[in-house]
C-alpha cells in the first residue's frame, strides 16, 4: 500500500514496455528507465497503458510490471492505465494496484466495447469504486471510440470524491477549456496528446502524460515548466524542435515509432520488440522514422 500522495502536476509519462528475445519482459530495462525518468525531472510514471502495449499483456504481467516500477522508484507515484474487455478484470486490477502500493490510478473506457455512457459509466465507476485511490478519467475519443464530455466527466467526479483528474486526448484545442466550464477546479486536468500540448497548458493543464516524454524527459519538463507560467514563446523553438517526434505519438505505430526513439535517444534503455498483432516496422518506414530521430538528435537546442 501506497502513502505517497499524488500531486497532480509535472511530467507523467506513459512507458513503453521493454520485451526480451523471449518476448517476455525486461524488468532490468524498465526498472533503470524508470529511474532515469524520475532522475530527470518526472513526477510520475503511468505503466501498461496504450502505449506501453497493455492489450498484449497479461493480468499477471501487469501486476509484475507495476511492482518493478514501485520498487525501482519508491518515492515517486506509480499510475496504472488500468483497462481490459471486462470489468470484473479491471475491478480486480484496480484492486491489486493499491495492494502492491500504486499510487493511483488512470481509469479507461472498456477494451473493444464503444458503447453508449449509460454502460461506459457503470464500467467505470465500478473501477472507480474498487479501491480508494485517486483516479484519472481518460478520454481518448480517437483510440477509444468513446468521448466522455465534460458533463459525463462531472457525473464520475460528483459521485466519486476520489476521481481528481482527467486525461484529456481528444485532440480538440477546445475541450480543455469546456471542462474548466463544467467543472471549474474540481479536477486537475492533464494533457495527454504530445503534439498538443502547449495548447492545453495555454488553456490551464497542470500536466502531461506524454509518449515521447519517455525518450525526451528533460525536453517535456523544459517546455511544460515554461508554458504553464506563461512563457510559450520562449519555448516556441523547442517545441517546433519537437512536432516531428510529438507527432509520432499520435499515428496508429505509435509503439514501433516511440521504441525506435528509445533505442537512438537513450542507449541501453530500449530495443524494438513489440508483440503481435503489432509487428516491427518494415524497412522504409524504420529507415524513415530513424532519420528524422536522427535529424532531431543532430540538432538537439538543449545540448
Known amino acids: 500500500m501506497s502513502n505517497i500522495k499524488v500531486e ?3 511530467v507523467m509519462p506513459a512507458t513503453l514496455t521493454q520485451f526480451n528475445e523471449d518476448m517476455s519482459i525486461d524488468h532490468e530495462t524498465m526498472a533503470k528507465h524508470g529511474q532515469w525518468l524520475v532522475e530527470n525531472g518526472c513526477t510520475a510514471i503511468i505503466p501498461h497503458g496504450s502505449l506501453g502495449e497493455g492489450a498484449t499483456l497479461s493480468f499477471d504481467e501487469k501486476v509484475a510490471l507495476q511492482e518493478t516500477y514501485v520498487k525501482a522508484v519508491p518515492n515517486t507515484p506509480i499510475i496504472p492505465g488500468i483497462a481490459g474487455t471486462t470489468t470484473e478484470e479491471c475491478v480486480a486490477l484496480a484492486k491489486k494496484a493499491k495492494e502492491v502500493g500504486c499510487a493511483g ?14 454502460e461506459i459509466k457503470a464500467h467505470m465507476s465500478a473501477v472507480i469504486a474498487a479501491t480508494d485511490l485517486p483516479c484519472i478519467v481518460y478520454n ?31 485532440t480538440d484545442a ?17 494533457v495527454g496528446v504530445d503534439d498538443c500540448a502547449l495548447e492545453g497548458f495555454a488553456m490551464g ?12 524527459p528533460q525536453h517535456n519538463v523544459k517546455l511544460m515548466e515554461a508554458a504553464c507560467n506563461g512563457r510559450i514563446e520562449e519555448v516556441m523553438d523547442l517545441y517546433i524542435w519537437m512536432l516531428p517526434m510529438l507527432r509520432m505519438d499520435t499515428v496508429v505505430k505509435f509503439v514501433q515509432l516511440l521504441k525506435r526513439a528509445q ?34 538528435l543532430a540538432n538537439d537546442p538543449l545540448k
Open 105 to 118: 490510478l488512470m481509469v479507461l473506457p472498456p477494451y473493444l466495447y464503444a458503447s453508449e455512457w449509460r
Open 140 to 170: 481518448n475519443p480517437v483510440a477509444y471510440k468513446v468521448d466522455i464530455t465534460p458533463d459525463q466527466i462531472k457525473e464520475l467526479a460528483d459521485e466519486h470524491s476520489n476521481v481528481e483528474s482527467v486525461k484529456e486526448s481528444s
Open 263 to 296: 533505442v537512438l535517444a537513450c542507449p541501453g534503455m530500449g530495443n524494438d520488440r513489440v508483440r503481435a498483432p503489432r509487428l516491427e516496422l518494415p524497412k522504409e518506414e524504420f529507415d524513415e522514422a530513424t532519420a528524422i530521430i536522427n535529424n532531431c
Open 8 to 10: 497532480w502536476t509535472g
Open 205 to 216: 493543464a497542470k500536466f502531461w502524460i506524454t509518449g515521447v516524454g519517455g525518450q525526451f
Open 174 to 190: 477546445r475541450r480543455v477549456a469546456g471542462i474548466r466550464e463544467v467543472l471549474g477546479d474540481r479536477l486537475t486536468i492533464g
